[in-house]
């Protein structure tokens, strides 16, 4: 069956613990982090055209790279030289996920395009070798395929499904504003470096952390949240403390950057905690704009297809 338009989505992600190590030869850090994927989505509409195009619509504000450096031009120009397929297919990106907001926004828009452009060109490389590629434009973009929620090692990019119960509310705070990936692992090297911390080759998992999520455990998972980052993003951008201070003094179960940050994740017990709490930011002012999520939210999927 030839198609001639794919619809795809792709939810962002909040990593409830990421704990960084050494650095490898290729100069990636070592990473042991738990990812769960939230139900804010990028979705992707691929249509037959002759060549490859890229337009977007966001709800979030925010930049959006229009060249060589988007995450979805890059995907589709992968898949064609991977596969030999010479179609085009003009692509079009709604965002929902904060931009460089430590949410994995990008990597959901390849792992979108990924999915759709295998469906329309009729490839049918699989799952697996579809995450296989994916791995290889971000750590984050197979697990965005994978969805619900996982642990990561090496690069974040080997993944094993983590099992849970119960359901996940978050409140996403979010400051405004950007930081760079690069930079904030770059402070984090400078601050360990420091303080002449040596880190291991392979980071430690949060034994306690995949406990609360089998057990469905909420107070339990506050308490584990971790983030070897979070320090960093604090140096580059010092009001991101005072979120995560605020979040918690206002009863958050935890809080924590996401990811490289600037977005705060904070866990809470239902929706009412959740509004309560982001009225509480924004009387003090410290958050430009607040989301009410659920956790582990399924992978990439096919929405339509004609």
Wanted: aromatic share 4%.
């Amino acid at each position: 069956m030839s198609l001639s338009r794919v619809v795809v989505r792709a939810p962002g992600k909040i990593n409830l613990s990421l704990a960084v190590g050494a650095v490898d030869e290729r100069g990636y850090h070592a990473l042991s982090t738990v990812f769960q994927a939230v139900d804010l989505y990028e979705t992707v509409t691929a249509e037959r055209a002759e060549q490859i195009s890229f337009t977007v619509d966001s709800e979030v504000p925010g930049e959006i790279p229009h060249d060589g450096t988007n995450l979805v031009l890059q995907a589709a120009e992968l898949l064609r030289r991977e596969s030999g397929c010479t179609a085009g297919a003009a692509l079009h990106v709604h965002k929902q996920v904060p931009i460089a907001g430590g949410m994995g926004g990008g990597s959901a828009d390849a792992a979108a395009t990924l999915v759709a452009l295998d469906r329309l060109w009729g490839l049918e490389l699989g799952a697996e070798r579809l995450r296989e590629l994916g791995a290889q434009l971000g750590a984050d973009v197979p697990f965005a395929m994978l969805g619900h929620t996982a642990l990561g090692r090496g690069t974040g990019a080997d993944l094993t499904t983590v099992l849970t119960h119960g359901e996940w509310t978050w409140l996403l705070a979010i400051p405004g504003g950007g930081l760079s990936t690069p930079e904030v692992y770059r402070r984090f090297d400078e601050i360990a470096a420091a303080v002449g911390k040596a880190l291991p080759a392979e980071p430690a998992v949060d034994e306690r952390q995949l406990e609360a999520l089998a057990r469905g455990d909420a107070q339990l998972l506050g308490d584990t949240l971790h983030n070897d980052l979070q320090a960093a993003a604090f140096a580059l951008d010092p009001g991101l403390e005072a979120v995560v201070e605020e979040a918690e003094r206002q009863g958050a179960l935890g809080a924590i950057v996401s990811g490289s940050g600037p977005t705060i994740a904070a866990l809470v017990e239902d929706d009412a905690h959740a509004r309560m709490l982001a009225g509480a930011l924004a009387a003090r002012e410290v958050v430009q704009n607040c989301l009410v999520v659920r956790g582990s939210a399924p992978g990439a999927g096919v929405l339509e297809e004609e």
